[in-house]
């Protein structure tokens, strides 16, 4: 385990076994206790829930963006089909009308 000594700043390296007992601090030389060991809390439910409100809402955006994408191309393929439809029908009528 490493610390700093809370007198010179000096890291400091101890076997685990040490935790809690004092030491001298080799470059110092003063008394220091070695800190026990503090789990590192979890991370709070709300920056984890925001961070996912946050990644929900660009899904939304980048969802909603994509639709209206879908919404273009779907206009475009029907104009072009309609577009289509009435080149077909001039050109079947014109070709009817030659033949009288």
């Known amino acids: 385990m490493k610390f700093n000594c809370m007198h010179c700043k000096t890291l400091l390296s101890i076997h685990s076994t040490e935790v809690g007992s004092i030491v001298n601090c080799p470059k110092c030389g003063n008394l220091v206790e070695v800190p026990t060991i503090t789990p590192t809390?979890?991370?709070?439910?709300?920056?984890?829930t925001e961070k996912l409100a946050v990644c929900l809402t660009d899904l939304i955006t980048e969802t909603e963006q994509g639709n209206k994408t879908m919404r273009d191309i779907h206009l475009m393929l029907a104009f072009g089909l309609g577009l289509f439809i009435v080149v077909l029908a001039i050109y079947v009528a014109d070709s009817i009308l030659q033949l009288f």
């Open 41 to 48: 809390p979890a991370p709070s439910i709300s920056a984890d």
